[in-house]
């Protein structure tokens, strides 16, 4: 072949390459990721706890060896309840246990009518707000943090717990828990009108409720899916207003039966008093009260210690699983309390 051949040749190629790398057709192009998709979260608001102007008698406890709190003192605690065992999804968040009958005296947590005012002399602060750190397993792990919060009227009262995970658990596995009860304060102590919960997880949230009509003896709960009703014993609690129901009306040691409603379902507690015993918190080595709920074959169950020298309020709360194992607890870090 001729040079002049070779070269036709040479340039002809040339021409052909530029061609395809100018078409685009030479490599495909990769193409663009799709758009991430936005994860959203939504905080419902706690309500706003305004800090009460400062007074000489209303010092916080020292945390190395915090003194019996006088009436209005301010103390310190973090996270409301210990995040309870994830209800497995095959669960329906309506499911009931069967309608409770009515305890018996003595057996009934609110004492009798006939309670002194004297003896109600244990009052709710007027304002307040606990921060409990929420632990995990044996080894007592770090996964969030939960908020008990209230205040409290002439003759009513509102409360609100909320709970959210923290660290490598928020990213993944995710939960909010709110629960807000709201009524009046009676010489009997807590008498709940309105209860109200929320769980959001893994994207999916469920919300059940309750109400109390006490006129008419009767109580309406259930999920968004189902409602359901209920005769109203004397005495019966809510989930939130049962643990802050002791404030009021510290109990005797003993075995006591307390209808509570926890929105989807509404059954009778075994309750076991015992005496006091002292634990060892964030806020110090406290006097407590142990309130423990008796354990029911595979059912998760939890004991509340209540500070002698705080009123009486939640300081711990234990919980233990389907198998009675313990499972995990919150732990009060700090209290603040006001009358204001």
């Known amino acids: 072949m001729t040079i002049s051949g070779r070269l036709a040749i040479a340039t002809l190629l040339s021409i052909a390459l530029h061609a ?30 305004k800090p009460a102007p400062p007074r000489p008698q209303l010092r916080a406890a020292r945390r190395a060896a915090p003194a019996p709190a006088p009436e209005g003192a ?36 609110a004492l009798a009518a006939e309670i002194s005012v004297a003896a109600a002399a244990h009052s709710l602060p007027r304002r307040g707000r606990i ?29 609100a717990s909320e709970a959210e995970t923290g660290g490598l658990v928020e990213l ?11 009524g009046r304060i009676t010489p009997q102590g807590l008498r709940p009108e309105s209860f109200a ?40 609690q809510d989930f939130v207003s049962f643990i802050f129901q002791f404030v009021l009306v510290p109990p005797a040691p003993g075995f006591y039966r307390v209808p509570i409603t ?30 423990k709920q008796m354990p029911r074959a595979g059912e998760e169950s939890l004991e509340i210690s209540l500070a002698a020298e705080y009123r009486y309020l939640p300081v711990r709360i234990r919980h233990y699983d389907r198998e009675g ?16």
């Open 262 to 291: 926890t929105g989807t379902r509404f059954e009778v507690y075994d309750i076991v008093v015992s005496g006091e015993e002292r634990i060892e918190t964030p806020l110090g080595s406290l006097r407590t009260l142990s309130v």
């Open 131 to 159: 921060s409990f750190t929420l632990l995990y397993g044996e080894d007592r792990t770090h996964v969030g943090t939960a908020v008990q919060s209230w205040e409290a009227g002439t003759n009513t009262y509102l409360i």
């Open 197 to 236: 919960a929320s769980r959001t997880r893994r994207g999916r949230s469920e919300a059940a409720q309750a109400r109390f009509d006490w006129d008419a003896g009767n109580l309406s709960y259930g999920g968004t899916s189902e409602s359901k009703s209920a005769a109203l014993p004397a005495g019966a």
């Open 74 to 109: 301010a103390v310190v605690t973090a996270g409301p309840l210990v995040l309870p065992e994830p209800v497995p999804d095959a669960a329906p968040a309506e499911e009931v246990a069967d309608e409770p009958a009515a305890p018996e005296p003595p057996q009934q947590l």
């Open 20 to 49: 395809l790398v100018v078409s685009g057709n030479w490599l495909p192009l990769p193409r663009e990721p799709a758009e991430p998709r936005l994860l959203q979260a939504r905080f419902a608001p706690l309500p706003e706890l």
């Open 172 to 182: 993944f596995r995710p939960q909010r828990l709110r629960y807000v009860s709201q």
């Open 325 to 340: 194992n313990y499972s995990g607890e919150q732990v009060a870090n700090e209290i603040r309390i006001s009358e204001e």
